[in-house]
């Protein structure tokens, strides 16, 4: 069960991080989205460090 948990966390995070790059990419890359992309992945780093 806490496998498919941290999988899925995982997944989530590296879609975050997806989504940052995509972002960044953009001609007029939006900070305020950024930011708050990058404070999901940090709570969802975290969350995954804590399983560890």
């Known amino acids: 069960m806490q496998t ?3 999988s899925a966390l995982e997944a989530k995070h590296a879609t975050l991080e ?3 790059a995509s972002e ?7 900070t305020i989205v ?6 999901q992945k940090l709570r969802l780093k975290e ?3 804590s399983l560890h």
């Open 4 to 6: 498919a948990h941290l």
């Open 18 to 20: 997806q989504r940052i």
């Open 24 to 30: 960044t990419q953009r001609p007029a890359p939006d």
């Open 34 to 39: 950024i930011a708050d992309l990058k404070k």
């Open 47 to 49: 969350e995954i460090d």
